[in-house]
């Protein structure tokens, strides 16, 4: 016991010092976390601040800063309208929704060539649509190339192997099988144009400073609908579908910057003769909305 | 040191137990933090291949059940387009970019009357839009009863008031004056309508269980996309605000579920005579797209 003591004591001792180290080890790991999510929360009360005072409007200087303008860098000017009768407005309104509900996600494409000047007004009507402090942080690859095209279908199939594969259970691909979809999309290939929606997760000043893009994927998601619009209009079928786990690499083979993140991949063109769709409904007025 | 050899001993003992304790405890709140994020995780991959897969379609049976359909609850149905000549694709999408691009965000509005049914075909036009397997995860309170109105002006002045008083420094608060957006938004009692958006972060089966939305914000904001375009279209004016701070109770007031989430504010009307906006500029097409 008098030897025995001292020993035990150091035994102690040398347990409690590794107890003290993890202790301090874990106490650095979550001062690292909660600084770390600070720094988030923090962004988004900027970003909420930001979208909420100047959804739409500001102007961006020369340099592409888009912080609210001054009075040098954007005055304002009168605003109207062209203001239709009331019954004009109703039937106006009433057409625009006959025409926009004929829509529907197509994924069975003609090989029949689109003129691009067509594709050009569609990406510039969407590009009219508004964003956090007018960052519009969206852009589009057009894509007609035919080898481009078997690359980008390359990379988006072999991404959807590994995910048929690994993360859907048998009963999963049955049902996709009924509805058309399997890890194949030669529509990739067959439709004259892909267009590859990006969103510009952070903008580049001139001088290689970041510009904050607060609310970038809602601003480019409302871009999108724009986009989706003005292609049924000009009787141009799509289907809104996002390459799975494809971005990065979708990203590198059409050359973009690293701010930019492939979030959509439309294939553009006319539905095939044969072309179907799911016979589906969609909301009636009182599931959509209420009148208070 | 025979006396206080043992007493040593028990002494690392005490501090050994409580160091122990320390360690059990940041272990199972580690545990708890890993397994809650692994559950976010794989949702997203489910979420990505449900959208991947299925970015539009699907069916909904009575149950509301949006899970992807069989044949029993959907066939399929041959779908063809509208063909315009070429030409005439061409005179369309111009027309429809030019019609596009009058748009702004307006702050000034008449307190002039709007005929509901415009309103309601605008809000049909937005449920035209596509949706992560056919959820349609969004809903539209429209309000015009005055008292309303002024409670929505108060909640979400009394937020922005906050806001502006505790987040923004001087400097943000002159900018914000010079685009004319204060904490104050008089418009939400002018404009003949307020249009609050929701998106439904999960859906509710007949039986109370939940089904998930994939994608509820981007599929909302691709919504909100088609709405802004049908009110152009109609030749009404609106702004795309976020209520900052202001949703849960916006919520309440409506008397909205708790699955639904207020995500933009959009007054709605005719733009007042004196209505001004920022005089900034879109991007060319040259920074829209690239060709490929």
Redesign the interface.
């Known amino acids: 016991?008098?030897v025995s003591?001292?020993f035990?004591?150091n035994y102690?001792?040398y347990?409690?010092t590794v107890?003290?180290g993890?202790?301090i080890v874990?106490f650095i790991q979550?001062f690292y976390k909660n600084s770390s999510s600070t720094n988030r929360s923090s962004v988004d009360?900027?970003r909420?601040?930001f979208?909420?005072?100047?959804?739409?409007?500001?102007?961006?200087d020369d340099n592409g800063n888009q912080?609210?303008?001054?009075?040098d860098d954007?005055?304002?000017?009168?605003?109207?309208?062209?203001?239709?009768p009331?019954d004009e407005?109703?039937t106006?309104?009433?057409h625009?929704?006959e025409e926009?509900?004929?829509?529907?996600?197509?994924r069975f494409f003609s090989d029949e060539p689109?003129?691009?000047?067509?594709i050009?007004?569609?990406?510039?009507?969407?590009?009219?649509?508004?964003s956090g402090a007018?960052t519009?942080p969206?852009?589009?690859?057009?894509?007609?190339?035919p080898e481009?095209k078997s690359s980008i279908r390359e990379i988006v199939e072999e991404e959807?192997r590994i995910?048929y594969a690994k993360?859907?259970g048998q009963k999963?691909l049955d049902?996709?099988e009924?509805?058309?979809?399997t890890w194949r999309k030669p529509y990739i290939e067959t439709a004259p144009y892909v267009i590859v929606v990006f969103k510009q997760v952070y903008g580049l000043k001139k001088d290689g400073t970041r510009i904050v893009h607060y609310?970038n994927?809602?601003?480019s998601?409302?871009?999108?609908?724009?986009?989706?619009?003005?292609l049924q209009?000009?009787?141009?079928?799509t289907?809104?579908?996002?390459?799975?786990?494809s971005g990065p690499r979708l990203r590198q083979l059409?050359g973009r910057p690293v701010n930019e993140k492939a979030?959509l991949l439309l294939p553009v063109g006319?539905?095939s003769s044969?072309?179907?769709?799911?016979?589906?409904?969609?909301?009636p007025?009182e599931?959509?909305?209420?009148?208070?």
């Open positions: 016991m008098d003591a001292p035990i004591a102690w001792q347990i409690l107890c003290i993890i202790i874990q979550s009360d900027n909420k601040i979208v909420d005072n100047d959804d739409d409007e500001g102007c961006v912080s609210v303008p001054t009075d954007c005055e304002h000017i009168p605003y109207g309208m062209v203001r239709y009331n407005m109703l106006r309104s009433r625009f929704y926009m509900n004929k829509r529907r996600s197509v689109v003129a691009l000047n067509v050009e007004n569609v990406l510039l009507t969407a590009g009219t649509a508004p007018h519009e969206w852009f589009f690859a057009v894509v007609s190339n481009v959807e995910n993360r859907m999963w049902d996709l009924v509805i058309k979809t609310y994927e809602m601003s998601s409302i871009c999108v609908g724009f986009l989706l619009a003005a209009n000009a009787g141009l079928a289907v809104t579908s996002t390459p799975m786990n059409l979030i006319f539905p044969d072309a179907t769709v799911p016979n589906f409904h969609r909301k007025l599931e959509l909305m209420v009148t208070i």
